[in-house]
C-alpha cells in the first residue's frame, strides 16, 4: 500500500510540472519560470562612525541582484500575442525581499506588429535605453554591488505606467507614461519619457529622456545618451547622463531623491542642497577565453547647483571585475572599485562615516535558471 502511495505520488507531481507544457501546445499559450541567484562577500573600507572602521559581510547580490520570475505568451492568432510579466526580488543572504515590493515588475500587455504596449510596474525608459545600448560590461549591464550609472536612471521603474515600444530595421523606439493617481494629498510620481536607439553591426547608439514629478511637486528632467561597439571579444562604451531638479523639494520629494543619488550600492554620495548632478562613464569589456571575461569602467559625477559651495563636487568612480564561467548558467566574478570624492567639504559617501573615499573588493558567485 506504502508503495501504491509513492507511486501515485510521482505519477500527480509529474502531471503538475507537465501539465504547463500541454496547456501551451494545446493553448497556443507558453509560462517561462526564470532566475538568477547570487551570493557574495564584500569588504569595503572607511566605514562606521569617522570612518575608522573596515566592514566585510554577505551581500545578496554582487554581480546580479537575485530574482526569480515569470513570463506569459498566449498566441492570439493573427501575429497578436498577449504578454505578462511578474517578477521579484530577494536577498540570497537573508531570503528577504529586496523592496518593500514584492513584485519588482507586475505589468501585462499586447505585442503584434503594431509594436509592444505594456501596463503596469515596470522598467522605465532611462534604465531600458542604458542597459540595452550601452551597459557597463557585456556578460551583464551593470554591477549590482557597485552601480554609480544606475543612480543615474529615476529609480530604474515606476508604478502605475503605460509603456509603448516599436522597433523598424535597426531602430527602436519607446514612450513612457505613468499615472500619479493623485487626489489632493502626495501620492506616486508622474513620469513622461522617451527614447530612440540605433543597433546593427556591432555599433549601438541612443538618447532618451524623462520627466519626473515628485509626490509634491518638485521636478526632475533627465536625460541620457551613448553607445557601444562590439568586435569579436572586444566591448567599448561612452555614455553620459544628466539630471536637474526644478523647484524646492520638500521632505517627501527629498527622501526619494536621496533614494535614488545616494547609498554604496548606487555609488552614491550625498546630495545636500545641489540642483544638478551629471555623470559621464567611459569602458570596456574583453573576452579572454571562452570562460574568462574582463571589464573595466570609469565615471566621473559632478554635483552642483546649490548656493553652498560645500554641497558643490565632484567624484571619480572606477570599477574592474573578472568573471569566470564554469558553464553557460554558473560564474564566479572577482570585483574591485575605488570611489574619491573632490571639492565640497559636505559632500560624503554616507553621513555616519562622513567618507570621502573608500574602496571594495566583492568577490561572488551567480547561477542562472
Same mark, same amino acid.
Given at each position: 500500500m506504502q508503495k501504491s502511495f509513492v507511486k501515485s505520488a510521482i505519477a500527480l507531481a @509529474?502531471?503538475?510540472?507537465?501539465?504547463? @507544457?500541454?496547456?501551451?501546445?494545446?493553448?497556443?499559450?507558453?509560462v517561462q519560470i526564470y532566475g538568477i541567484v547570487d !551570493? !557574495?562577500?564584500?569588504h569595503t573600507n572607511n566605514e562606521g562612525a569617522g570612518g575608522n572602521s573596515s566592514l566585510t559581510k554577505m551581500i545578496g547580490g554582487g554581480m546580479s541582484q537575485s530574482r526569480w520570475g515569470i513570463n506569459v505568451t498566449e498566441d492570439l492568432g493573427g501575429g497578436l500575442k498577449a504578454i505578462a510579466n511578474l517578477e521579484n526580488r530577494f536577498l540570497t543572504d537573508s531570503g528577504n525581499s529586496a523592496t518593500t515590493n514584492y513584485w519588482q515588475q507586475s505589468w501585462v500587455g499586447m505585442q503584434g506588429g503594431f509594436g509592444r504596449l505594456t501596463m503596469g510596474r515596470q522598467y522605465n525608459v532611462l534604465f531600458d535605453l542604458v542597459t540595452s545600448t550601452y551597459s557597463s560590461f557585456p556578460y551583464s549591464p551593470y554591477m549590482e554591488a557597485y552601480k554609480p550609472e544606475i543612480g543615474m536612471s529615476l529609480g530604474a521603474r515606476a508604478n502605475n505606467m503605460l509603456k509603448y515600444m516599436a522597433e523598424v530595421g535597426a531602430f527602436r523606439g519607446a514612450l513612457q507614461y505613468s499615472f500619479d493617481e493623485k487626489d489632493g494629498n502626495p501620492a506616486n510620481?508622474?513620469?513622461?519619457?522617451?527614447?530612440?536607439? #540605433?543597433?546593427?553591426?556591432g555599433i549601438s547608439a541612443g538618447v532618451g529622456y524623462q520627466n519626473y514629478q515628485l509626490p509634491q511637486g518638485s521636478t526632475i528632467e533627465a536625460w541620457t545618451l551613448g553607445g557601444s561597439y562590439r568586435m569579436n571579444a572586444l566591448?567599448?562604451?561612452?555614455? #553620459?547622463?544628466?539630471?536637474? +531638479?526644478d523647484g524646492t523639494?520638500?521632505? +517627501?520629494?527629498?527622501?526619494? +531623491?536621496?533614494n535614488m543619488w545616494s547609498g /554604496?550600492?548606487?555609488?552614491?554620495?550625498?546630495?545636500?542642497?545641489a540642483n544638478k548632478r551629471q555623470m559621464a562613464k567611459i569602458g570596456f569589456g574583453y573576452?579572454?577565453?571562452?570562460?574568462?571575461?574582463?571589464g573595466l569602467h570609469y565615471y566621473y559625477a559632478k554635483q552642483s547647483g546649490s548656493p553652498a559651495s560645500a554641497d558643490n563636487g565632484n567624484t571619480n568612480f572606477i570599477v574592474g571585475v573578472i568573471? #569566470?564561467?564554469?558553464?553557460?548558467?554558473? /560564474?564566479?566574478?572577482?570585483? +574591485?572599485?575605488?570611489?574619491k570624492i573632490r571639492d565640497g567639504e559636505n559632500v560624503v559617501l554616507d553621513p555616519v562615516s562622513r567618507a570621502r573615499d573608500r574602496t571594495g573588493i566583492t568577490v561572488g558567485l551567480r547561477h542562472r535558471f
Open positions: @509529474a502531471l503538475v510540472v507537465s501539465a504547463p @507544457a500541454v496547456f501551451a501546445q494545446q493553448g497556443g499559450s507558453s !551570493a !557574495a562577500l564584500r510620481a508622474r513620469t513622461a519619457g522617451g527614447y530612440l536607439r #540605433y543597433s546593427a553591426n566591448y567599448l562604451n561612452v555614455g #553620459y547622463g544628466e539630471n536637474k +531638479i523639494p520638500g521632505a +517627501i520629494d527629498s527622501a526619494v +531623491i536621496a /554604496d550600492t548606487n555609488g552614491g554620495f550625498t546630495r545636500g542642497q573576452q579572454f577565453t571562452p570562460q574568462i571575461n574582463a568573471d #569566470y564561467a564554469f558553464s553557460k548558467r554558473t /560564474d564566479a566574478y572577482f570585483g +574591485i572599485d575605488y570611489t
